[in-house]
């Protein structure tokens, strides 16, 4: 069974642009979570969505917006780029309403904001 | 608001000798409790769960252990490899789970 996937795996933008990051979960993952890895902050939960809903948000900006397809594929958008954006970008995917919490990780999208 | 907090930023631990990575949580409603492992250039992995039914849970070399009235669980490894250098992540699902909250890591360096 293929893993989760990320797209693009390193990206370079200038302040002000905007990006598009794309994850296909595991087959038959009904669950997809954006989390942002930033130096000294671990994981920050981003949001999460099942069924092309989104179930849960986290304390990010407007900015940071997603969508999840019918084919459980999903994307996040971060509009008018900072230099804070800079991070690590992780999808993770689960069997819907997963009771134990694990959660299979892509290898993640680098953002450098410069 | 750092619910799951992991004090030590980084630790080296001999090779043959036991690793401890500690993890504090301030939400008394966390019943349940993962840690993660994380090598450069990858997505976390599961390593080792802990539900607030039990104090110890076992697998293998890793071991995590739970104090429920202290807020506060543990990962042994023993004995540490020189594979098992990589960041630690504790983290436990709110509500619903559909959000994990994670600590901020704890970087393990096992020397040779």
């Known amino acids: 069974k293929a893993g989760v996937t990320q797209t693009p795996r390193y990206l370079i933008k200038t302040r002000g642009q905007q990006v598009t990051l794309s994850c296909s979960p595991i087959s038959g993952h009904r669950s997809v979570s954006w989390y942002q890895q930033t130096p000294g902050q671990g994981l920050q939960f981003l949001f999460e969505?099942?069924?092309?809903?989104?179930?849960n948000k986290g304390n990010f900006p407007g900015r940071f917006s997603g969508r999840q397809f019918s084919n459980s594929r999903s994307e996040m958008n971060v509009s008018t780029l900072e230099l804070g954006d800079s991070a690590l970008y992780l999808c993770?995917?689960?069997?819907?309403?997963?009771?134990?919490?694990?959660?299979?990780f892509g290898e993640g999208s680098r953002l450098t904001v410069l | 608001d750092q619910q799951v907090k992991q004090n030590s930023p980084s630790l080296s631990v001999q090779e043959g000798r036991i690793s401890i990575l500690n993890c504090d949580y301030t939400n008394s409603m966390f019943d349940y409790f993962l840690w993660y492992k994380k090598y450069p250039a990858e997505g976390p992995t599961f390593l080792i769960s802990i539900s607030s039914i039990k104090d110890k849970n076992e697998d293998g070399r890793f071991t995590v252990f739970l104090n429920k009235s202290a807020k506060h669980l543990s990962l042994h490894i023993v004995p540490s490899q020189p594979g098992d250098s990589a960041v630690y992540f504790c983290a436990a699902p709110n509500f619903g789970n559909e959000k994990l909250t994670f600590g901020t890591g704890t970087r393990l360096t096992i020397i040779p």
């Open positions: 993770a995917s689960s069997e819907s309403m997963p009771n134990t919490g694990e959660l299979f």
């Open positions: 969505y099942f069924s092309e809903t989104q179930r």
